[in-house]
Nanobody
Framework: VQLQASGGGLVQAGTSLTLSCAAS????????VAWFRQTPGKEREFVAA????????YYSDSVKGRFTISRDKAKNTVNLQMNSLKPEDTAIYYC??????????????????WGQGTQVTVSS
């Protein structure tokens, strides 16, 4: 599966942005899909996931209530709607696909396929 992330940009705090992850080669239907983010000098941080096993969505505490992950089956994409953005949301955002067990849904090691990343910068 090849993944292509897009939609990043420079926005002001309090506004919204939608990231998209497109898959080629295979569909997302048999994979859990997640978004992670990373800032310089820090480990990759879990943001949100859509689990294929139970169709549940999972979010980190830092984005819960502001971000929404969703699948668009027709377009074979997974989107991350980000509302009420904060400067601390600034990072490179990566989409990932894999089959982690539910207890490891937020662990980067559970995902075997990664997109190239898209930069999100939130100004105050």
């Amino acid at each position: 599966v090849q993944l292509q992330a897009s939609g990043g940009g420079l926005v002001q705090a309090g506004t919204s942005l939608t990231l998209s992850c497109a898959a080629s080669g295979r569909t997302f239907s048999s994979y859990s899909v997640a978004w992670f983010r990373q800032t310089p000098g820090k480990e990759r941080e879990f943001v949100a996931a859509s689990a294929v096993q139970n169709h549940h969505m999972y979010y980190s505490d830092s984005v819960k209530g502001r971000f929404t992950i969703s699948r668009d089956k027709a377009k074979n994409t997974v989107n991350l709607q980000m509302n009420s953005l904060k400067p601390e949301d600034t990072a490179i955002y990566y989409c990932a696909a894999g089959r982690p067990i539910i207890s490891s849904i937020s662990k980067a090691l559970g995902y075997g396929y990664w997109g190239q990343g898209t930069q999100v910068t939130v100004s105050s």
